[in-house]
């Protein structure tokens, strides 16, 4: 500086943001859910610490990915097992497929939500004295035990299906 001139000098190797390390008791109070249950997606192969500090797990942000993924998982029907499955596949087209085919399963069970959904929504406002007796929800019961058959060849014959 004693020309008049002023240097900066940035080191491009450091860490900015060094990944801050929670302990196992941080992590369960982030979702919720109780030490041990980590402690045992642990033991199936689903979560792995980032270190260990004096014995201690310590976790990183892969792992806070890793337990929001495994909840939306489990949320959405996959059990602990196809997760690890899913997880451990290293073939990205093995896993689109199991994927798919849960996701179709889910589709499944979301169409019976909504029809136990639409029923509830019948009794709720039918003027009936006795809703079973009511002429539109024993339609809907007898919709809902009919055989997969007959239900499959109802909507084969609906206009968006006439060309299958």
């Not at 689109?96 to 169409?111: F, I, P, Q, S, T």
């Not at 009936?128 to 919709?143: G, L, Q, S, V």
Request: aromatic residues 4%; contains cysteine.
């Amino acid at each position: 500086m004693l020309d008049g001139t002023s240097t900066l000098q940035v080191n491009v190797n450091m860490k900015s943001n060094p990944v801050e390390l929670i302990s196992i008791g941080d992590l369960a109070q982030r979702f919720g859910v109780a030490t041990h249950v980590l402690r045992h997606w642990e033991a199936m192969g689903l979560l792995e610490p980032t270190e260990r500090v004096n014995g201690r797990r310590r976790y990183g942000e892969r792992d806070v990915s890793r337990v929001a993924l495994i909840q939306r998982g489990k949320a959405a029907g996959l059990s602990l097992q196809q997760m690890a499955e899913l997880i451990a596949e290293p073939d990205p087209g093995v896993r689109r497929d199991l994927l798919a085919k849960h996701r179709a399963e889910l589709n499944r069970r979301v169409e019976e939500l909504i029809a136990s959904r639409t029923l509830l929504d019948h009794v709720l406002e039918c003027r009936a004295p006795d809703f079973t007796t009511c002429p539109a929800f024993r339609k809907m019961m007898r919709e809902l035990t009919a055989p997969v058959s007959l239900l499959r060849d109802q909507v084969r014959n609906t206009p968006d299906h006439e060309n299958e």
